[in-house]
């Protein structure tokens, strides 16, 4: 009777959020949200702080958006792509889709609005952010092209970043730029 009744208080817990912790457990059936293929840990929750122009706070977790580098906060146009960012999800609600966490125990993830508005896409494509196509096997075929696509644009009508003599990240970082696969692990071609 006392673990029956247990169970049925920590389901009551984690319907509603636990600890307060924000995360929140998703089936791994789940692999899509809002129209893409995503990974199936999910957090929602409001944006209480943007540390840089690919890094944010929810529910105390910080957040990696996925598949995008922006310039580091000492680089030209730093500052510019956090302000960017804050302006689209500071104080905001918004739902992460995540398969894991990277080697700082941040969650990389897909950050949506309410409105399903991807807002990794969107730093890329508001010339905020560079698509770091070292990870490009990490997601499906039709969000690479996106990526491409809203790059390419950004590119083509100088928008942020584009506009500046701006050095990738990554090349700031570590003086080289990264290995990018010619085919995925699945067989993929990173250009299909």
Known sequence: MKRSGY??????????????????????SALSFCGVVTGSG?????????????????????????????????QAYGSLSRDHL?????????T????????YD?????????????LNLQQVSSGSAW?????????????????TAAQASAGAAKLGLWALPAVAPWFYRNGVDPK??????NGDSPSD
């Open 7 to 28: 169970l049925i208080l920590m389901g009551l817990l984690a319907a509603c959020g636990g600890g307060g912790d924000g995360l929140v457990p998703v089936p791994s």
């Open 131 to 147: 698509y770091y196509v070292a990870y490009q096997c990490e997601i499906e075929a039709r969000l690479r092209k996106a990526y």
């Open 42 to 74: 999910r957090i929602s929750g409001r944006v209480t702080s943007v540390h840089d122009g690919d890094t944010l706070t929810l529910n105390g977790q910080s957040v990696r958006l996925d598949s995008i580098d922006a310039p580091e906060l000492g």
């Open 106 to 118: 941040r969650v990389v993830g897909t950050v949506f609005t309410t409105d399903c508005t991807n």
């Open 180 to 185: 990018v696969p010619e085919t995925c692990p």
């Open 86 to 94: 804050s302006n689209q999800v500071l104080n905001q609600r918004v």
């Open 96 to 103: 992460v889709t995540y398969t894991k966490k990277d080697q």
